[in-house]
């Protein structure tokens, strides 16, 4: 019997709900054992968190961040944790030639590299939007354009390796929210260009995974200041959703949701995106592109 149109909605979301839940690979914690990784945003909050759990994981890791001696602790309590090499690389993402720069440096420390996970943003109050489009920039350029920058640096280095970039991104950057516009926008920003080049990435067969981690409110320090006495949201625990985020990028997945409720997750699924993505696909004919410029 043929179902009802008003029923095809809630049983397409089902579906993809349970495909989404079943037949997922483990992750083993070895599976970051000896693995080049760069942190972005690494001196504090989930960063810290993160560069933490890779360091118990046995990898080799570079971290940055503008604020030099802090980032030299995380470093080093890294390595006694159990870090197969551990280095800091202060600096600021406002200026692009650092962002690029950052990038060679690490490799050379490194020796090559395994995943880029790019995680700090500019320091943002929740504040109505009024004409501030100078804010808004430098939002856009530490948010967003300074993630492009080095993901473009890093496409040499994890094309040999098949390599990852996890991108972390948070429930504004996927529904509008108030106080946050230019937060919201960089973050928005992040799922179209990254969202895209994954698609790229299909169409030509370059083996490097894009994981979109959207997080609801987390408890670091920063977002417990910002939100104090003007919002109220439950907020989930900064060392989980640390490893939830290397779990994401190492199982390779395209998108990960961390918070509170965790039903917000298929609520996210957004299957019509998904269906229409599959049939654009199929438009495009890839002989007559002009072949992408390279870097200088
Ligand atoms: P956080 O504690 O404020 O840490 C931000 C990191 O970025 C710090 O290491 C900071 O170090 C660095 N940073 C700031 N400005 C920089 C600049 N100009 N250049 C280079 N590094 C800079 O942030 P968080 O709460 O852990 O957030 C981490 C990620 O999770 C962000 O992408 C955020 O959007 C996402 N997220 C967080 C929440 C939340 O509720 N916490 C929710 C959703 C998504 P320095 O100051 O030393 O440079
Ligand atoms: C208030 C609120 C409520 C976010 C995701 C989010 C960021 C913003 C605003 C955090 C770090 C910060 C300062 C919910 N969510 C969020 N925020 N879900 O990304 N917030 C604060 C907190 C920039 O720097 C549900």
Redesign the pocket.
């Given at each position: 019997m043929a179902l009802p149109r008003k029923q095809l909605l809630p049983v397409l979301v089902l579906v993809l709900a349970s495909y989404y839940y079943s037949a997922r690979d483990e992750f083993r914690p070895e599976m970051l054992r000896g693995k080049r990784v760069i942190v972005?945003?690494?001196?504090?909050?989930?960063?810290?968190e993160v560069a933490y759990h890779l360091a118990r994981m046995g990898a080799h890791m570079v971290l940055?961040?503008?604020?030099e001696g802090?980032?030299r602790k995380v470093a080093s309590r890294c390595l006694e944790l159990g870090a197969a090499s551990a280095h800091s690389v202060p600096?600021?993402?406002?200026d692009t030639a650092f962002a690029e720069n950052f990038v060679d440096t690490a490799a050379r420390l490194l020796g090559g590299l395994d995943m880029l996970i790019l995680?700090?943003?500019?320091?943002m109050s929740l504040e109505l939007f009024g004409a501030d489009v100078l804010g808004m920039r430098r939002a856009l350029e530490?948010?967003f354009l300074?993630y492009v920058v080095l993901s473009v640096a890093a496409q040499p280095l994890l094309r040999p390796s098949n390599g990852s970039v996890v991108v972390?991104?948070?429930?504004?950057g996927k529904v509008p929210t108030p106080l946050l516009a230019p937060?919201a926008a960089s973050?928005f920003a992040l799922d179209g260009f990254f969202s895209s080049i994954r698609l790229e990435n299909q169409m030509t067969g370059v083996n490097v995974s894009i994981t979109l981690c959207i997080?609801?409110?987390?408890?670091?320090?920063?977002?417990m200041e910002a939100v104090a006495g003007i919002m109220s949201a439950e907020?989930a625990p900064?060392q989980e959703c640390a490893l939830e985020i290397i779990k994401a990028g190492a199982l390779r997945r395209e998108e990960m949701f961390y918070?509170r409720p965790g039903w917000v997750q298929l609520l996210l699924l957004n299957p019509g995106r998904r269906v229409l993505e599959l049939f654009s696909l199929q438009r495009y004919n890839l002989d007559n592109l002009p072949r992408p410029e390279a870097r200088p």
């Open positions: 972005t945003g690494a001196s504090k909050g989930i960063g810290e940055t961040a503008r604020s802090t980032l600096g600021s993402m406002e995680n700090h943003i500019m320091a530490v948010n300074s972390v991104s948070s429930l504004a937060y973050k997080l609801g409110l987390i408890d670091t320090d920063t977002a907020a900064k918070g």
